[in-house]
């Protein structure tokens, strides 16, 4: 079998072995040849290995029988699954805050910058210009407040696992976020990410001044620094994994390998090509093929 489909169940659903042999009817019917179901994770995750239609015929199948259901779809040809190079987007995909959005929040602004955030996130706005909006609103807060900020910082289920069951298979991760360093750097060493890119904030006498310094690191920069990584550590683009949420993220999305949309902006969810909608973060585990007895911290 050339090709597999992968469906995902979101954390407080069930996959059911009926649901997956109604998709199996559904490939069947379209012409395809389907393989036995590998479980990936019991009632979580399963495998269908397909030959005989393209995948994105079994993923637009696949999802006309799931409709409403909680499950995510991934179909894919089934070489070079398990990625060599993660390469993801921090705020609402690895963290689940907008940490703008917070600090907007400490200066009485916070509906204010949020606003801005969403219309940026989902393409409306120019990102660099929405970026320097949203800081120079900040000017006048202290150093320390930024900081603190950075208590509150959640991480996403299965991010950890995500990148340190990748880690223990070879791969080289990074993080690479609109975002700042401040939160960058924490968010790096809690997971455990290889690398860490971000903007600046400008701080003078302890305080914002309102501006980022320059370069910002935007959505091209997001693509260098796939492309860059890939092509210093020798990794095809095939072999890349992307993940991310706003419509800066959406170029990387696009070229690399697997490029997912996580539980995205509207606008990004309807032009990326996998996506997924319900699955927590060891869902792209479960995309490159890993059993559950494989994630990091599963035991």
Request: hydrophobic share 50%; aromatic share 4%; charged share 25%.
């Amino acid at each position: 079998m050339d090709a597999v489909l992968t469906l995902i169940a979101a954390p407080d659903a069930e996959l059911q072995c009926t649901t997956v042999d109604q998709v199996r009817e559904a490939l069947s019917a379209l012409g395809a040849e389907c393989g036995a179901v590998d479980w990936l994770a019991p009632a979580r995750a399963c495998d269908l290995p397909f030959d005989g239609i393209v995948p994105d015929q079994a993923d637009a199948a696949a999802r006309l029988v799931l409709r409403a259901a909680q499950v995510d779809v991934i179909a894919q040809p089934k070489g070079d699954r398990k990625k060599r190079l993660l390469v993801a987007d921090m705020e609402s995909t690895i963290i689940r805050q907008e940490m703008l959005d917070e600090l907007g929040a400490l200066v009485g602004l916070g509906a204010r910058i949020a606003g801005i955030t969403r219309q940026a996130m989902n393409g409306e706005l120019d990102f660099k210009s929405a970026l320097r909006e949203r800081v120079a609103l900040l000017a006048g807060l202290p150093e320390s407040a930024v900081v603190q900020a950075s208590d509150g910082m959640e991480l996403m289920p299965g991010a950890r696992a995500l990148v340190q069951t990748m880690r223990a298979s070879g791969a080289w991760c990074i993080l690479v976020s609109g975002g700042f360093r401040v939160f960058t750097r924490r968010v790096a060493a809690a997971v455990g990410f290889h690398e860490e890119r971000g903007n600046e904030l400008e701080v003078l006498d302890g305080r914002l001044t309102g501006r980022t310094l320059e370069p910002v690191l935007d959505r091209d920069s997001k693509v260098a620094a796939l492309m860059s990584t890939a092509g210093a550590r020798r990794i095809p683009i095939r072999a890349v994994l992307a993940v991310g949420d706003g419509a800066n993220d959406l170029p990387m999305l696009e070229i690399a390998g697997l490029g997912v949309a996580f539980h995205a902006k509207p606008s990004v969810a309807a032009a990326a090509r996998t996506r997924l909608d319900h699955a927590d973060l060891t869902g792209l585990l479960y995309a490159q093929g890993y059993h559950q007895a494989e994630i990091v911290g599963s035991a």
